[in-house]
């Protein structure tokens, strides 16, 4: 089970940071990334990380202003937002994956807007 928590309302430039919580499942095996669907559009990945922490990678459009990581021992996944956006405004889905066994959290909404 994936359980996402931190989005909300937040005005341009600002930040917010999601955290996604994982059971059932031994969290430190998955590659783990976050995903985001806007209101009309297809949903996108954002940024993934490695099991390990080691490697990520980042959508252009985040590239610079979100940061990925994960904590193996508290079985969490983060996501910190900075400078953020309008076109940001987003329901926001973490994701596990070891083969082809895939986990995905049931969203967190995150709107930017003055």
């Known amino acids: 089970q994936l359980v996402e928590s931190g989005g909300g309302l937040v005005q341009p430039g600002g930040s917010l940071r999601l955290s996604c919580a994982a059971s059932?499942?031994?969290?430190?095996?998955?590659?783990m990334s976050w995903h985001r669907q806007a209101p009309g559009k297809e949903r996108e990945l954002v940024a993934s990380?490695?099991?390990?922490?080691?490697?990520?990678i980042y959508a252009d459009s985040v590239k610079g202003r979100f940061t990925i990581s994960r904590d193996n021992a508290k079985n969490t996944l983060y996501l910190q937002m900075g400078s953020l956006k309008p076109e940001d405004t987003a329901v926001y889905y973490c994701?596990?994956?070891?083969?082809?066994?895939?986990?995905w959290g049931q969203g967190t909404q995150v709107s930017v807007s003055s």
């Open positions: 994701k596990a994956v070891n083969g082809f066994i895939i986990y």
């Open positions: 059932g499942f031994t969290f430190s095996n998955y590659v």
């Open positions: 990380i490695t099991n390990t922490g080691r490697t990520t």
